[in-house]
């Protein structure tokens, strides 16, 4: 068994399971429909599903739109559902239950219902409510949401506050009484929140790569020989950035947090790396921003102003490796491998975003070069 949390060890474990199944084939808006329609009717009858269509993006589930007529009142809510493979491992349980934890203290998509076992849908789903708002600029019609997105002025600086203060609030969550029964919590020593995490990505790439990089086993090894302690084990969302979030346009009021299916408990200091990637950020007259908010010494030192957190530099540049090193699974092996498998709704999509693998293993060479350097 791998030193890792219980329920992605299982998801290794199914993941692998599910390697020699036959092609994924999409599912049709008429058959999603009629399973919705079948669903509702056992738990509210009377109700009523139309206008299911699919929604673009999303290289990880398959996410269905719809209008729920019941009580003489319409509702529009989203069916996400597992594909056989994604460019993330993850589990719907968990994504159902930070999402119920965090109603009323963060703005979150409500979720609503989940069928974990699969017991009615072909695959496991979840149904969450629609929240209005944009992930992007509407005059941005050329950048795939949160890679190269700009905000621009003036709502970066109406979302940045915005922005941090949801993060702190994450991150300052008392897990230990909320209702997480899919999470463990890693407490037998202060390294194991890490371990347990590298242990998990580890499998995935050994599981799922395609090619064999040199600088990808020297990053795993120094990583392994590097976990840092976790003094304080957080709420971690695991994609906190520009393009993960619903804003007003008209007036910046972020509306919701979304894509919670990587969320874990471990060190805060993840997300803060992840949001100030470079591959999330934009750079414009000289100046590069995290998630197009702000430069990252600003980015940083106003989340510790917002949370009461200190960022401690060293476990930031930990992470920094960790989170190149785990942007390159994501792209150019798991998301590679469920494309040629032909068990993804969006081949092509996985196809386009394995073209950045080749930046995160530049990243990485930068980063063990300058460890060596030093």
């Known amino acids: 068994m791998i030193d890792t949390e219980p329920?992605?060890?299982t998801l290794l474990e199914e993941r692998k399971a599910r390697r020699g199944l036959p092609p994924y084939l999409p599912q049709e808006d008429r058959a999603v429909a009629a399973l919705l329609q079948s669903w509702y009717d056992e738990r509210e009858p009377g109700a009523n599903v139309r206008d299911v269509a699919r929604m673009g993006g999303g290289a990880s589930r398959e996410q269905f739109i719809f209008t729920l007529e019941r009580d003489g009142t319409e509702r529009r809510y989203i069916l996400r559902m597992d594909p056989t493979e994604g460019i993330t491992e993850t589990s719907r349980a968990r994504e159902y239950e930070i999402l119920r934890a965090f109603e009323g203290t963060l703005p979150?998509?409500?979720?609503?219902?989940?069928?974990?076992?699969?017991?009615?849908?072909?695959?496991?789903?979840?149904?969450?409510?629609?929240v209005a708002g944009v992930t992007k600029p509407t005059s941005d019609q050329l950048s795939v949401t949160g890679l190269g997105t700009?905000?621009?002025?003036?709502?970066?600086?109406?979302?940045r506050p915005q922005f941090l203060g949801h993060l702190a609030t994450i991150h300052n969550f008392d897990w230990s009484t909320a209702d997480l029964p899919s999470f463990t919590a890693p407490t037998d020593d202060p390294k194991q929140p890490t371990r347990w995490l590298i242990q998990?990505?580890?499998?995935l790439l050994e599981q799922d790569a395609v090619t064999k990089e040199p600088v990808l086993r020297l990053a795993t090894q120094w990583l392994e020989d590097n976990v840092p302690d976790c003094e304080k084990i957080s709420v971690v969302h695991g994609d906190y950035r520009t393009g993960n979030y619903l804003f007003e346009e008209a007036d910046g009021r972020i509306t919701a947090i979304l894509d919670w299916e990587m969320c874990y408990l471990g060190d805060l200091h993840a997300d803060l790396a992840w949001a100030i990637q470079p591959v999330f950020g934009s750079h414009i007259d000289g100046v590069f921003r995290g998630?197009?908010?702000a430069p990252p010494a600003q980015f940083l030192a106003e989340y510790e102003a917002a949370s009461g957190n200190r960022v401690d530099p060293a476990k930031l540049h930990y992470f920094t490796m960790f989170n190149a090193w785990k942007s390159y699974i994501l792209v150019a092996a798991l998301g590679v491998r469920a494309a040629r498998q032909a068990?993804?709704?969006?081949?092509?999509?996985?196809?386009f975003?394995?073209?950045t693998g080749p930046l995160f293993v530049d990243e990485l060479a930068r980063l063990l070069m300058m460890e060596e350097s030093q």
């Open 108 to 130: 979150v998509p409500a979720a609503v219902w989940l069928d974990i076992d699969a017991d009615h849908f072909p695959c496991p789903a979840m149904i969450v409510e629609v």
């Open 150 to 159: 700009i905000l621009g002025d003036p709502l970066r600086d109406i979302i």
């Open 291 to 293: 998630s197009d908010l």
């Open 353 to 355: 975003l394995a073209a």
């Open 343 to 351: 068990h993804n709704h969006q081949d092509v999509l996985l196809t």
């Open 200 to 203: 998990f990505w580890k499998e």
């Open 7 to 9: 329920l992605l060890a």
